[in-house]
């Protein structure tokens, strides 16, 4: 049986809007910001600082997918593996009740999200998991971990990323097939 580890943003939980709103908040505009990067990269990249953007950010406001929450109430074992503030992250697991067996967020990495200490952690074989996200970035650090890579095409934004032959899961609970 594969372990999935999952992105947050885009993939469990529905928080384009929360990302977006904290940003516009700050005076940028929305067709400026971009999914998918390290906090602190997109910060720099838009001349905020990361605190700001965290005074911001509405840790209430970002939902699950429907049928996500379905899904993780029916997993035995499960991570998280995301590029996200640990603080703002921590804080909408807990609102959630979800308690993966290892969440990893920005700090735990040098650069963008690993899959290696996320496997390490878990105690498994990259053969062994499934990584699901919603962007290019998560399907690049699949592969760089050797690790088998599924898109939430429940976000709808995912679709538009979709390559041909990938494994592109519809809905939440048609994952438990593939595990």
């Known amino acids: 049986m594969r372990i999935p580890i999952f992105d947050l943003d885009g993939t469990l939980i529905d928080s384009d809007a929360a990302l977006l709103d904290a940003f516009v908040m700050l005076g940028v505009p929305r067709e400026l910001?971009?999914?998918?990067?390290v906090l602190e990269d997109e910060c720099a990249r838009l001349n905020l600082s990361v605190d700001e953007y965290l005074d911001a950010y509405d840790d209430s406001a970002a939902q699950p997918y429907p049928g996500v929450d379905d899904l993780v109430m029916r997993l035995d074992r499960w991570a998280v593996c995301s590029n996200k503030d640990r603080r703002t992250a921590a804080a909408e697991l807990a609102r959630l009740r979800w308690e993966p067996d290892v969440a990893l967020f920005a700090d735990a990495f040098d650069g963008g999200k690993e899959l290696g200490p996320v496997l390490a952690a878990l105690a498994l074989d990259p053969?062994?998991?499934?990584?699901?996200g919603d962007t290019d970035h998560d399907r690049q650090c699949a592969s760089s971990a050797g690790t088998m890579f599924a898109l939430a095409?429940?976000?709808?934004?995912?679709?538009?990323?979709?390559?041909?032959?990938?494994?592109?899961v519809a809905e939440p609970l048609g994952l438990l097939d593939l595990l």
């Open 127 to 132: 053969a062994d998991a499934v990584f699901v």
């Open 33 to 37: 910001i971009t999914f998918g990067h």
């Open 153 to 168: 095409a429940w976000n709808p934004r995912a679709l538009a990323i979709a390559q041909p032959g990938e494994l592109v």
